[in-house]
């Protein structure tokens, strides 16, 4: 197996050559440039912070070899951010008219202009931290930007250092001039301009931007806490206290200054990384904002409607005749707003239970959700407050639905509930009917307009009865659930996959057709692996399309020749799960849902995966989605058996793309219907992770 670690790296890499790609418009090269940063924080938070526990618990002999190699990769990651940003970005941004002036390369006029605003918009928010006997080396916050400054007392001739917290609030790009003579600087190169103002009656010998990654991970025992809401917010706060896993800082930061800084935090030399460009890339996002420059932006894109959810308010007639299917960020998010929204109008429905993992800051979701708490109806949320980075956000949420009215659960101890359910029960004239919604992403329409997913709209009395168990077990802690139709995890969907794969295997062994196809964001489960493996030397064709982290080694021969791995990376975030088996006697099986094939997902998580019952549903995800990721490949990469990635066409992604192509489709389904506009985001939600 191919190392995880390692693997995640590949994957920024990739991310990375999308930056490097001249083909992509220049602005979103730089949006892809800021993403490779923050996946990094995320891999050096998480990944690398879990190794360098190991190696100091010595808890394994061969970690310190393992993790000098993930640094040693991270190193020439980054160094070739760096140049793309040197070489590459700041060259094609010139030709555009976006200048930068960096440090040195400032005019007498630009200097006059910024002491202004240095004075007036800047100075006020800035609090020295002095570093001497009595003031000892600050707690300083993850990710946080810093100034490291070192100073000489004029009258003592003693050398003494400090640091100057940049606040969160001020932007990181600021614009110079104004008309043909506007241009843009860093933030930090400002402050480091006029420092020295900072610190009257001491001379300046150099200032140096810095930052710390933590250690990120959240520790709570849950079985030992009596508020697992409150015991979260704690650990969150404590996180500013984490052990320090990576300093980035400026190279021109001298050799004593970089090993003074190093002791002062508890760092190795291997873990800093020196940096030419911005220290924080992920704040690159930002210069999108300041320049309104649509032409150097993925073309303009509104989400189509198709027509069987035209009428809002026709909704539940029209899901209790036939399953409906959505495929985002193509067609839009918003019937499934409407599809809440409804319910929490409607005097017919009685109660509403929902699963919410991740949303949005200003999200109609909750708000229908709130409203419909308002109304009388029996609202539940299954609210996952350890989703991580969002796990403020989401304790947010809880606490005003709570007020509203709703029941808010946190799910079942030591797991997190990632499966994205919604149940709507209505009185009809027959009785109660259940309404379900199943998507394969989370109930977030800002996501939603990044992320590529499905939606599932049923009323299928079986697949609404499991769902219905699905919400008791989360709320009624239920130990041995049976589900007819649903893989749900941590009960049967490991052993359901398994199972799958085995059926495959079997025919292939008895001369029937066979074959997988399966995408998702990782591939880690050695059991898994393992079995697709199996299948392969039992002469089963297998295509995976695994956009991130692929643990499994395709085209050994004898072993794996049979197996077929890509990653696809573009304008969307590849989210997706789609699994189909060839079930060679029958229909094919076709299953949609939340879970990558991965342990955590398999033994960690509250699960979803879901089965495709309407034959008109399945023929469209054969013929639309699996047939256009099989003959469009300007946008996918092969994974090779020496763990290089290597482009499906010659042409690379001058060659027909998945992602147009689906563009194209949902244009020609819904001619005449459009929504809400897809407008480039202006902050960074992580698309690539």
């Known amino acids: 197996m191919f190392n995880r670690e390692l693997s995640w790296l590949s994957f920024d890499r990739r991310v990375l050559e999308l930056a490097e790609d001249d083909t992509v418009p220049l602005l979103e090269r730089v949006r892809f440039l800021s993403i490779v940063s923050s996946n990094l924080d995320e891999f050096f938070e998480i990944r690398v912070a879990g190794i360098m ?11 310190r070899e393992f993790l000098q190699e993930v640094l040693r990769r991270a190193h020439e990651l980054v160094d070739a951010q ?25 005019s007498k006029e630009d200097q006059r202009e910024l002491s202004q605003r240095f004075d007036r918009d800047i100075l006020p928010a800035l609090t020295p931290l002095a570093i001497d006997p009595s003031h000892p080396f600050p707690v300083l916050t993850n990710k946080g930007l810093y100034l490291l400054a070192l100073l000489r007392d004029t009258e003592t001739q003693e050398t003494r250092y400090a640091v100057v917290p940049i606040p ?23 402050i480091q301009l006029f420092i020295d103002r900072l610190f009257p009656g001491l001379e300046l010998s150099g200032s140096w931007a810095f930052r710390i990654t933590r250690n990120s991970d959240l520790y709570v025992d849950e079985e030992e806490s009596g508020n697992l809401l409150e015991a979260i917010e704690e650990e969150i706060r404590n996180l500013r206290k984490g052990a320090p896993v990576r300093l980035e800082i400026e190279s021109s930061a001298p050799a004593e200054v970089l090993a003074w800084l190093l002791k002062s935090i508890g760092l190795k030399s291997e873990n800093a990384f020196k940096t030419d460009g911005p220290v924080n890339m992920v704040r690159l996002s930002s210069l999108i904002d300041l320049i309104s420059r649509p032409d150097l932006l993925d073309p303009h894109f509104s989400p189509t409607t198709p027509i069987e959810f035209a009428e809002p308010t026709k909704l539940f007639s029209r899901i209790a005749k036939q399953d409906l299917l959505l495929h985002h960020p193509y067609e839009s998010f918003a019937p499934v707003v409407d599809f809440i929204r409804q319910a929490a109008s409607d005097p017919s429905v009685v109660a509403i239970k929902l699963t919410l993992y991740r949303t949005s800051g200003d999200s109609p979701v909750v708000e229908a959700l709130k409203e419909a708490a308002r109304n009388g109806k029996q609202v539940t949320a299954l609210v996952e407050l350890r989703a991580r980075f969002d796990e403020l956000n989401n304790i947010e949420w809880a606490r005003q639905l709570e007020e509203a009215g709703a029941h808010v659960v946190y799910g079942l101890a030591g797991l997190k509930t990632h499966c994205k359910a919604c149940l709507i029960v209505r009185q009809e004239k027959s009785g109660l009917r259940r309404y379900a919604h199943l998507g394969t992403g989370n109930y977030n329409p800002k996501t939603a307009r990044l992320y590529t997913d499905f939606s599932l709209f049923t009323a299928d009395d079986e697949i609404t009865a499991d769902v219905g168990l699905l919400f008791n077990v989360l709320t009624g802690n239920l130990s041995k ?15 359901g996959i398994l199972d799958l794969i085995a059926s495959e295997t079997s025919a292939a062994l008895a001369g029937r057709k066979a074959s997988i196809f399966a995408k998702v964001n990782s591939l880690v489960d050695p059991e898994v692996i393992k079995a697709l493996t199996l299948a392969s030397q039992a002469g089963v064709k297998i295509e995976l399309i695994v956009r991130g982290i692929c643990c499994l080694i395709p085209g050994v021969p004898g072993i794996s020749e049979n197996i077929r791995v890509t990653s696809v990376l573009g304008r969307f975030l590849e989210h997706s799960r789609i699994f189909r088996f060839e079930n060679s006697g029958g229909e094919p099986v076709i299953l949609l849902g939340s879970a990558d094939w991965m342990q955590r997902n398999f033994l960690r998580r509250v699960e979803c995966v879901f089965p495709l019952r309407d034959k008109h549903l399945c023929k469209r995800i054969e013929k639309e989605i699996i047939q ?8 996918s990469k092969e994974l090779m058996s020496d763990g290089t990635y290597s482009a499906r066409l010659p042409t690379g992604r001058r060659g027909p793309q998945a992602q147009e192509s689906f563009l194209q489709l949902a244009i020609k389904n819904s001619p005449a219907i459009k929504s809400v506009s897809l407008k480039p985001p202006g902050k960074s939600v992580r698309p690539q992770r």
Do not use: M
């Not at 609030?169 to 190169?189: D, K, Q, W, Y």
């Not at 049976?482 to 052993?495: D, E, N, T």
């Open 481 to 495: 659930p049976k589900f007819k139709h649903l893989l749900v995890a941590p009960f049967y969907l490991q052993r």
């Open 168 to 190: 969160r609030v001020l932007p990181r790009i600021l614009a110079l001039g104004n008309g043909s003579e506007r241009s843009f600087t860093l933030l930090s190169h400002v």
């Open 53 to 63: 526990q190991q190696e100091e618990s010595a808890s394994h002999p061969a970690t």
């Open 82 to 106: 760096q140049n793309c940003w040197r070489s590459q970005i700041l060259p094609a941004l010139a030709q555009e008219g976006i200048n930068f002036k960096l440090n040195g390369k400032f």
């Open 628 to 635: 256009t990721y099989a003959s469009n490949l300007g946008d």
